[in-house]
């Protein structure tokens, strides 16, 4: 059917049609643009209820989600004082899309490397405990992350029997051919750097003594760091001139 | 254009969603959502009240608009392909006229849809917080009325329409979110894909009404000042009048 031309319509409804346009889009110009408050971060909604609105799609869902989440906290210009949010809202939220998507890594992304960076020790802790609790859920995919919560509770926290207890947490559950030596090895190294050199030098020589090291550039590197911590242990044992005397 | 033209036409809308028994899906409908709500009321362990409420306000909310929204849909397609547009306009009445009777028709019966879906609430909530809700039910009900209208009249087709209401409905629902979600990222300085999505949610808000201000279910549970009804006020009027205009618009150009 074709259509009328436009001059079929009388002129002054084309006029106050206009003037309407010109006055919705003058009130949306006036409305201030929405902007992200901590306070608005609401509860996270029950996991019930988002399998029931999912309708089958469960990753989408959680991939919205992450992004919702993601908006309290960073804003063009206006970024969000982590310290400002609720951290146990957002863990609410982090453990609600990875029900959704098991197997996505965004939460847990956000969980020890984002919200980790809150300056306030406490909210760091509470987090890191997050990323500990959810690493267990599946070790040899979000084993990562437990790594770097490791690393955050060292030099970040200065809590080098938290770090110690992540790292050894770390080598327990994630086995598998997909983790890095380097991860497994990571509570040796802290050991060292305790002071707990005998044990360090025990787990090192084990490890190579399993024969699970199988590239010969991180064996020779083990190696080195083994003599070191010999060394370093026969050094300790000795005592010193100035002890004799 | 005489009134009382537009009245008659109005009359006879409401007269018509009567006989087909709309006010009668309705109250079933609330009824059956309200009895849900009392079996989540019964396997809540704490904040029973807080969470039927929460549950029943969204559920009616949705459920009115879905109603109220198909009602229109479907009448107003039936005009046109029973060719009934066609034997009004052919009758001494301006085309105006028709639409805005229409209108008015669905209009009264959105008032009708917001009434009842505010009655369960008010067992719940103090009877200020429940009319309050009640009353923005109506205003988004009217929208949703208006929408519909111009759908039909642009697109005189039942599934093109429904699928540009639903979509509309969802967008204003959702464009605050949208928003936020477009203008945050985590990477510095942001694509232009980014900034691409962000221009487009922009330039959406502009163009829709903010629904996700209208009829909070947290008014409800935690009290809100009638101020909080301003805006949807001034939105409310200024958007069904601009619907109105386009469809009228729209109208004119058809050639029956």
Redesign the interface.
């Known amino acids: 059917m074709r259509e009328r031309p436009v001059a079929a319509v009388p002129a002054p409804l084309i006029w106050v049609l206009a003037a309407i346009l010109c006055g919705q889009l003058g009130l949306k110009a006036l409305e201030p643009r929405p902007v992200a408050r901590a306070a608005d971060l609401p509860p996270a909604p029950p996991g019930i209820t988002l399998k029931l609105l999912d309708l089958g799609e469960p990753i989408g869902v959680a991939q919205l989600l992450s992004l919702y989440l993601q908006a309290f906290d960073t804003q063009p210009g206006v970024s969000i004082p982590f310290k400002d949010l609720d951290y146990a809202r957002i863990q609410d939220w982090l453990d609600r899309v990875l029900e959704l998507d098991p197997q996505g890594q965004y939460p847990m992304l956000m969980g020890s490397q984002v919200y980790s960076q809150v300056p306030d020790t406490a909210r760091q802790r509470m987090i890191l405990e997050w990323t500990y609790r959810r690493f267990l859920g599946d070790p040899e995919r979000r084993w990562r992350w437990m790594a770097h919560a490791a690393i955050m509770a060292k030099h970040r926290l200065d809590d080098l029997p938290l770090a110690l207890r992540y790292a050894q947490e770390l080598s327990r559950h994630a086995s598998g051919a997909s983790v890095p030596h380097w991860a497994k090895q990571m509570h040796i190294f802290l050991l060292e750097d305790m002071g707990e050199i005998e044990t360090a030098k025990v787990l090192l020589g084990g490890l190579l003594a399993s024969g699970s090291i199988t590239d010969s550039h991180e064996a020779h590197f083990l190696t080195e760091r083994l003599n070191a911590l010999q060394k370093s242990a026969e050094k300790s044992s000795k005592p010193s001139e100035s002890q004799l005397r | 254009m005489k009134l009382s033209r537009v009245g008659a036409i109005a009359r006879y809308t409401v007269l018509e969603a009567w006989r087909n028994r709309l006010i009668a899906i309705v109250l079933m409908t609330m009824a059956a959502l309200f009895l849900l709500s009392v079996f989540a009321r019964e396997l809540a362990v704490t904040e029973s009240t807080r969470l039927q409420t929460a549950l029943l306000a969204s559920a009616l909310r949705l459920a009115s608009v879905f109603l109220v929204g198909l009602y229109i849909l479907n009448g107003l397609t039936r005009e046109f392909n029973d060719k009934v547009v066609e034997l009004i306009l052919s009758l001494d009445l301006p085309r ?1 006229a028709y639409l805005l009777g229409k209108f008015g028709g669905f209009a009264l019966i959105a008032a009708g849809v917001a009434a009842i879906a505010t009655i369960p609430l008010l067992l719940l909530a103090p009877p200020s917080r429940a009319l309050l809700w009640g009353c923005s039910l109506g205003l988004e009900l009217l929208i949703v009325a208006a929408v519909s209208v111009f759908c039909i009249t642009t697109f005189t087709q039942l599934l093109s329409a429904a699928a540009f209401v639903a979509a509309f409905y969802l967008l204003a629902r959702s464009i ?2 949208i ?3 477009s ?4 990477v510095a300085g942001g694509g232009l894909g980014q900034k691409a999505g962000e221009w487009l949610a ?1 330039g959406m ?3 829709l009404p ?1 629904l996700d201000t209208f009829t909070q279910t947290s008014w409800l549970l935690d009290g809100a000042s009638a101020v909080a009804m301003d805006g949807a006020l ?2 409310s009027v ?2 069904v ?2 619907l109105l ?2 469809a ?2 729209d109208l ?4 029956f």
Do not use: G
């Open positions: 105006p605050t979110a928003q936020l979600m203008s945050s990222s985590l922009d808000a502009f163009l903010r001034v939105q200024l958007y009048a601009l205009a386009a009228i618009f004119y150009r058809k050639n």
